[in-house]
Nanobody
């Protein structure tokens, strides 16, 4: 059974940095697509970034381009989201998602497996 466990959220001042981790287990993740999504209160869940584990292309939301970077450790089956120059509007619950498919979905509907989420709060 696929399990995704996020960690690394917290409270940070605007302009600061955080690194989120997503530890994946229970699947052959080299054949999966992975994504980070976020959901702020009263808003829909939105894509932050996504990629295919064995691929080289990464998709980033325009709002985070140049500030956020996704990376992975194949040996640990762990995906990281480095978030720099954080803004108050980045405040949300961040979710890691995965699905065994070829194309990278940009919609949360394309992912069957989700972590429990980790809260990121950016103060002004």
């Amino acid at each position: 059974q696929v399990q995704l466990v996020e960690s690394g959220g917290g409270l940070v001042q605007a302009g600061g940095s955080l690194r989120l981790s997503c530890a994946a287990s229970g699947g052959t993740f080299s054949t999966y697509v992975m994504g980070w999504f976020r959901q702020a209160p009263g808003k829909e869940r939105e894509l932050v970034c996504a990629f295919r584990w064995s691929g080289s292309t990464t998709y980033y939301a325009d709002s985070v381009k140049g500030r956020f970077t996704i990376s992975r450790d194949n040996g640990k089956n762990t995906v990281y989201l480095q978030m720099n120059s954080l803004k108050p509007e980045d405040t949300a619950v961040y979710y890691c998602a995965a699905d065994p498919r070829l194309r990278v979905p940009l919609s949360p509907l394309g992912y069957n497996y989700w972590g429990q989420g980790t809260q990121v709060t950016v103060s002004s």
